[in-house]
């Protein structure tokens, strides 16, 4: 039988020292290090401190969905929906789209709110613009719904991670972007 004990009573180390293995585990993604991760620290910081750094403008990510596209062939929310022909209650489009719109009244002083919405509204937009839109006309109401589920709000919350303790976001509050950019004509369930 083989001895396996070890004598390191005489050895000099700068690291890590032991009697047999060591096993290190190296993660190489952390949420806390993420641009999200830094902007919700910033706006916690600018809550925190009052800090309105955004009170006469929008930060460029965000002054992009601001304004209503003028390209519109349908306009308004009500006829989208009806244009679409799928079965979207108008009633509760249009309660989550104001949830969103009152969020981000609330917070459209803080300079890292309005950059975490732009890139919110803006990965939303790419989703629809890339993988709903010139597809619309072949798929069913449930195959929009799945992409949005799985391409919008779970990557938007896995993203996210442990967020902030000022600002809390909702996916009521994601569906409310999608309603509330189809309001200013940039997503779309008819055929572009």
Same mark, same amino acid.
């Given at each position: 039988?083989?001895?396996?004990?070890?004598?390191?009573?005489?050895?000099?180390?700068?690291?890590?020292?032991?009697?047999?293995?060591?096993?290190?585990?190296?993660?190489?993604?952390?949420?806390?290090t993420?641009?999200?991760?830094?902007?919700?620290?910033?706006?916690?910081?600018?809550?925190?401190?009052?800090m309105?750094?955004?009170?006469?403008?929008?930060?460029?990510t965000?002054?992009?969905?601001?304004?209503?596209?003028?390209?519109?062939?349908?306009?308004?929310?009500?006829?989208?929906?009806?244009?679409?022909?799928f079965?979207?209650s108008?009633l509760?489009? @249009?309660?989550?789209? /104001?949830?969103?719109? &009152?969020?981000? +009244?609330k917070y459209?002083?803080? !300079?890292?709110?309005?950059? #975490?919405?732009?890139?919110?509204?803006?990965?939303?937009?790419?989703v629809?613009?890339e993988k709903?839109c010139?597809?619309?006309?072949?798929?069913?109401?449930?195959?929009?719904?799945? @992409?949005?589920?799985? /391409?919008?709000?779970? &990557?938007?919350? +896995?993203?996210?991670?442990?967020? !902030?303790?000022?600002?809390? #976001?909702?996916?009521?509050?994601v569906?409310?972007?999608?309603?509330?950019?189809?309001?200013?004509?940039?997503?779309?369930?008819?055929?572009?």
């Open positions: 039988m083989e001895d396996t004990r070890s004598n390191q009573s005489k050895a000099l180390v700068r690291g890590d020292q032991a009697g047999r293995d060591i096993f290190k585990t190296t993660n190489f993604y952390s949420v806390e993420t641009h999200l991760a830094v902007w919700f620290k910033k706006l916690d910081e600018q809550i925190a401190e009052d309105r750094d955004a009170r006469h403008h929008f930060v460029d965000l002054k992009f969905f601001v304004d209503r596209r003028d390209d519109a062939d349908v306009v308004g929310l009500d006829a989208k929906i009806k244009k679409s022909g079965n979207i108008y509760s489009a @249009i309660e989550k789209k /104001e949830a969103f719109a &009152k969020l981000l +009244l459209q002083e803080f !300079s890292c709110a309005q950059e #975490l919405f732009g890139y919110f509204l803006s990965h939303i937009y790419e629809f613009d709903i010139p597809f619309v006309e072949t798929m069913t109401y449930q195959d929009v719904q799945d @992409i949005v589920d799985r /391409e919008i709000i779970d &990557k938007i919350f +896995l993203e996210i991670g442990s967020g !902030s303790t000022q600002m809390l #976001l909702s996916k009521t509050h569906r409310g972007m999608i309603y509330w950019l189809a309001d200013k004509c940039f997503v779309r369930w008819h055929s572009c």
